[in-house]
């Protein structure tokens, strides 16, 4: 019982020992984190705590580290196999580097970019005038289609120098050739920019919003625009009419309606034959060289291939109105009326063999094919005019 009493007596002096051992512990803790001393140890602990957080956060999130080491065994397997190659290069007093090869396998796996050494460039429209020098064979059809512009664009922008009549074309010249389809307008002194965008038929702000006439739209008066006198403006999407340099519409009540064309102009014509409404092909030739029958571009009329004085005959019965040369391009030139609304002209030719007032039955010669006037090659220019109407021929000739 005695001994009993003293292990109680030595475990709760243990228990005391104990206690009094924590509680030196707690109250040294507290004492050491109290005030400012106990802050600076626990920003000092958070740390420390961030920084064992991101290492590890690093290694989850980044294996290539790990992927460095563990490309370390390849290296020792390849030197395992090249000890006794290594061993016979160290009795030498030579070290060698261990070699590498590509584990193609992992290569093969996946899709791999391409190297392309080519840069692609954006193409951005055009938006100056450029100048382009007509060669030997150029039409102006041609000419539009290789820049993407409507013919009438091409004469629009050139009219000082073709004045309208694509039969002026001429090799050697100089021609501008507009960004887009429109028309090109030189400014005059007291012109006004709403009443100059009228007359092309489109808004002002569109001509100067345009890039290419390099207007400040910031510091432009619209009432008192700053243009220089000949300065030439693009109006895109504008248009305007074409100069018609062919004959009006030449009847026999009123053949001096042509007086001013030229010297093949006739008198007073009363009666002759009158056609039949069906209209012949007027030569030998069927097929168009040069020009079709384009009204847009000023030609309404088809140019019909064939050799100089191959015949030419008149497509209908009629009456010769006009006979001789034309002032405006056209060459020698025989109009007939048929008498029943209908008048057919033949332009180029190389000689006459009717005169005024001469009537003159389909499928008569009335002259050869030629290449006078405004004209670079052989043909025969035809038009047919109804009711003071220039037609497709296309659309009559039997």
Same mark, same amino acid.
């Given at each position: ?93 030579? /070290?060698?580097? #261990? %070699? @590498?090869?590509?584990? *193609?396998?992992?290569?093969?796996? &996946?899709?791999? $970019?391409?190297? !392309? ?104 008066? /619209?009432?008192? #625009? %700053? @243009?220089?006198?000949? *300065?030439?403006?693009?109006?895109? &999407?504008?248009? $305007?009419?074409? !100069? ?104 180029? /030719?190389?000689?006459? %063999?009717?005169?005024?007032? *001469? ?40």
């Amino acid at each position: 019982m005695e001994d009993q009493h003293k292990e109680e007596l030595i475990e709760n002096q243990n228990d005391q020992e104990r206690e009094t051992l924590f509680t030196r512990i707690r109250n040294l803790l507290g004492d050491l984190l109290a005030g400012e001393n106990g802050r600076r140890i626990l920003t000092i602990g958070g740390v420390i705590l961030l920084v064992i957080t991101v290492i590890f956060a690093i290694r989850a999130f980044y294996p290539e580290a790990r992927g460095v080491q563990a490309s370390l065994p390849l290296f020792s397997e390849q030197s395992g196999e090249e000890d006794s190659g290594n061993n016979q290069a160290d009795q030498q007093g030579i /070290l060698e580097m #261990p %070699s @590498f090869v590509e584990d *193609q396998a992992v290569l093969s796996k &996946g899709i791999h $970019r391409a190297a !392309v050494i080519h840069t692609t460039i954006p193409t951005r429209s055009r938006v100056d005038v450029l100048t382009y020098i007509v060669e030997q064979g150029d039409s102006l059809f041609a000419i539009a289609e290789t820049f993407g512009l409507k013919p009438e664009t091409v004469l629009w922008g050139n009219f000082d120098t073709l004045a309208d009549n694509p039969h002026t074309l001429q090799p050697g010249q100089e021609l501008n050739i507009l960004p887009v389809n429109g028309t090109y307008h030189e400014w005059r002194d007291g012109e006004n920019l709403p009443k100059v965008a009228s007359y092309y038929g489109v808004d002002p702000l569109e001509i100067i919003q345009y890039p290419g006439n390099k207007i400040d739209i910031y510091d432009f008066d /619209l009432d008192n #625009p %700053s @243009f220089e006198i000949g *300065q030439m403006l693009i109006i895109p &999407g504008g248009e $305007r009419e074409l !100069v018609d340099y062919g004959p009006p519409a030449i009847t026999r009540d009123n053949p001096a309606i042509a007086a001013t064309y030229g010297p093949g102009h006739c008198g007073t014509i009363f009666t002759g034959n009158v056609g039949v409404g069906v209209f012949i092909w007027p030569t030998t030739e069927r097929w168009v060289v040069g020009y079709d029958y384009n009204p847009g571009a000023n030609h309404p009329a088809i140019d019909i291939a064939g050799s100089i004085e191959n015949p030419v005959w008149a497509s209908d019965n009629g009456v010769v109105v006009y006979a001789g040369w034309s002032n405006y391009g056209y060459g020698n030139l025989i109009v007939v009326d048929h008498g029943t609304g209908w008048q057919t002209l033949y332009a180029h /030719l190389n000689s006459t %063999s009717v005169g005024c007032g *001469q009537s003159v039955n389909q499928g008569q010669r009335i002259g050869g094919l030629g290449s006078t006037g405004n004209s670079s090659g052989a043909h025969l220019h035809f038009e047919m005019i109804y009711v003071g109407t220039k037609v497709n021929p296309w659309n009559f000739l039997q």
